[in-house]
């Protein structure tokens, strides 16, 4: 990611150009959080198919934290006890309970589903937000939220079937939704680190120690058996390494040090459309009324939300580049 080091004595020009570069990552890192993740729901699928969920969701976070740490580690960046401590908070509400349920749910909820009931993260962040004095209810922003919940289960209605559907995983889904809807809210709390890169890295690592820890006690990796692994699972692995984690977590941890919560959740409501989308390109699966009803509602449930948070003056929804993030 791009430093940004605030000073009043540089030219306009410079400045401007400074402040064109802050607002393209933020278009560039809400886009990648909108479409990538939109797109990891089937990846997931896709990937435990042939390799248990946890034993999944531990390579991936191994990977990726790995390969960003060194990443970070060539550009300086050397970590506390504290930015340690921190990360281990956060790796485990982020990824050992929310990915980890996530990855293990999907054995029993459709990847459909799965982004539905993640849609309920920005309800969680607004009410946890509340309670901390972090977020600002309004009428704006909650009638946000409800369109965009009405939204994704306009979209998800026709597959939504509660004989059909495992009440643990869905359960499940609910409460990593809970857990990382708090790591969102406690992480600007913590002395994470202040590089852009050991900021994604460090909690990526944490949890996915802790990630392996649960796969080698509930005996998942005694059940892998590599010879049998499909080239499908294979490629959702690697796509869910490089794109769902590498890419995309280095964004969403930038944004929550840039924009409200609540607004960088609003991901949680185009992700389901983006799984629709890809369903009907890789699928052929048609392309309905319902579908052009709910992505309007997300669409706009994601405009209240942006302009709710501006009516708070306590809450910028996105702040302007004021330090140095590649700083260790």
Request: hydrophobic share 50%.
């Amino acid at each position: 990611m791009t430093s940004y080091m605030a000073t009043m004595t540089k030219p306009a020009m410079p400045l401007l150009r400074r402040d064109s570069s802050h607002r393209l990552w933020i278009v560039l890192s809400f886009l990648s959080t909108y479409l990538i993740w939109g797109s990891t729901y089937l990846a997931i699928r896709y990937a435990i198919e042939t390799i248990p969920p946890l034993v999944t969701v531990a390579i991936r976070h191994s990977l990726a934290g790995g390969v960003l740490f060194i990443w970070a580690w060539k550009r300086g960046f050397r970590p506390t006890t504290r930015n340690w401590v921190a990360g281990a908070i956060v790796g485990a509400l982020f990824f050992f309970i929310g990915h980890g349920s996530l990855h293990w749910a999907e054995q029993y909820v459709t990847s459909g589903l799965a982004a539905l009931l993640i849609a309920t993260e920005p309800m969680f962040i607004l009410l946890l937000g509340s309670l901390t004095g972090k977020e600002k209810i309004n009428w704006m922003n909650s009638l946000g939220l409800v369109v965009g919940l009405a939204g994704v289960a306009i979209l998800s209605a026709e597959g939504l079937s509660l004989h059909a559907s495992n009440w643990i995983g869905m359960g499940a889904v609910l409460l990593g939704s809970l857990a990382w809807s708090a790591g969102v809210i406690v992480s600007p709390k913590l002395p994470m680190p202040q590089d852009s890169i050991g900021r994604a890295a460090v909690p990526l690592l944490c949890g996915a120690v802790m990630l392996h820890v649960a796969a080698l006690l509930t005996g998942e990796y005694h059940q892998v058996k590599w010879h049998a692994v499909s080239m499908k699972s294979w490629l959702g692995l690697g796509y869910l390494v490089v794109f769902g984690s590498i890419v995309t977590f280095t964004a969403y941890s930038w944004l929550l040090e840039h924009c409200s919560p609540t607004l960088v959740a609003t991901h949680t409501y185009a992700n389901p459309v983006v799984a629709v989308l890809l369903g009907w390109w890789l699928a052929g699966e048609p392309v309905s009324m319902r579908l052009a009803l709910s992505t309007s509602a997300i669409l706009a449930a994601i405009l209240l939300i942006q302009r709710g948070e501006r009516v708070n003056p306590e809450v910028r929804p996105c702040s302007e580049p004021v330090r140095d993030s590649s700083a260790a």
